[in-house]
């Protein structure tokens, strides 16, 4: 395993992969030519804000599976280009809260007492005591423009302050907020009633300009914007503007559109406390970000377990245990099925019994995909990318729950419509055994799910068994087990082999010109 540290990262980043017996290639500030070059045989590459990981990096980096980025956002990542890949990318979007909030609140201080213009005047030896006159934050309103991690951060410490804390936020529960003694409103409620304005929202196309000059016109006169989130959340000629005119009072900001900043007209005006982006800027923080963020890429790389992704479902290491077994038994299923046919593919279905019937299912027909598209596809699939490539063929999947009891307490049915027709198989994980086949096409059969199988359908009648071994035996093949179910007239068998020899098609043709045997296919999983 080979991991790249394009940018500067604590020493106990690379330790704790290299502690795994990784390859650790840490050197911040290569040229992109030779960052190329180096993600060749790479797995996995680890950035700050520095690097940009674009497509063209992502393109020469054909075993990459995971992108991780130290600190919360993921601006410098083409999220599209490595989803398309089928590659991980996750970031650390609570280890650098504290640090953030704590700059927030000191940036409202700030404001509130003109600390950097009394501090700048008596650098100079002036002593202009009445130009400072400052105001208490006690009883003011506080309007939070997204109550996240760092929003929730800011609403605990500002409370002992007195400051009346009202949000925007409506990815958050009413009963977040109640215990937070935050209150929720509109965005135009949060400008027209706070005395503050801090944001807390992530850049996006809803959020650019989102303090803009309609805005600040409905503000409360004399407002304070305080922005330690995205620069381009903010219209800064708009802001300027306003200042100038008096509407409003000032602003604090840590973040700009363009960094490092062109246009230097928001920063020079007095009423602006300014700061180059440093809210995560805490030894603290920096130590915490890159122990998290190594921590989930080991985790992803050597178990599998995905945490803190931007582009698939997190889930943590305890419920990624439980689910475990699942997901294999889930992947094995779909390659079952995806070796069973040559005809064009229309649709999948995937139901969950039992215990899987209440849980999450995002792992589980991701892993379906995964074992469908890799024996038949050549393109890189992952958990990431599957339900992707499924809608880019045209291929329409279906999920269900049923509540219907059956012999196994967690049982997945896995259906495929193809053009000539419909294949299906079950399975099911028995404590902590390995996955076992327990149904095909309708007939009930036993069988470990693993290694080289050849299925064979046929009609129930004496003999075939026999026939069978003779065949397998005259080519060299040796028989590990045979497992054979039967309903009605119809009968299964599934025959793992020690593939020693090749199986090729003059075997399986063989075995179809058994008078029995409608069928005969090789199966690897």
Sequence with gaps: MKIVIADDLPASAADLLRAEGWTVDATPG??????KADLADADAIMVRSATKVT????????????????GTGVDNVDVKAASARGIVVMNAPGANSISVAELAVGQILCLARHLPGADAAMKQGKWEKKKFMGEEIRDKVLGLAGLGRIGQEVARRVAPFGMRVIAHDPFISAQVAEDLGVELVTLDELFARADYISLHMPSNASTKNLVNAERLAK??????IINTARGDLIDEGA???????GQVAGAALDVFAKEPTVDQRLQMLPQVVASPH??????EAQELVGIETTTALRDCLRDGIIRNAVNFPSVSPEEYARMAPFIILAERLGAFLGQMTTDRIESLGVRYYGELASGKTDLIVSAVLVGLFRPILSTSVSAVN??????ERGIEIIESQSSRPRNYTRLISVKLTTSKGEHWVEGAVFDKAAPRLVQVNGVPVDAALEGSL???????QPGVIGEVGTVLGRQGINIGTFALGRSG??????VSIDETKPVGESVLAELRALPAVRDARLVRV
Excluded at 219 to 224: E, L, S, T, V, Y
Excluded at 386 to 391: F, G, I, L, S
Excluded at 454 to 460: K, P, Q
């Design 219 to 224: 503000a409360k006169k004399g407002i304070r």
């Design 55 to 70: 497509a063209e990096l992502i393109e020469a980096a054909p075993k990459l599976r995971v992108i991780a980025r130290a």
């Design 278 to 283: 440093v809210a995560a800027s805490t030894r």
């Design 454 to 460: 050849i299925v064979l359908a046929n009609s129930d």
């Design 30 to 35: 290569r040229p992109v030519e030779q960052l």
């Design 239 to 245: 802001l300027a503007d306003a200042i100038e005119a």
């Design 386 to 391: 599957a339900k992707a490539v499924a809608q």
């Design 489 to 494: 007239s119809e009968a299964v068998g599934v």
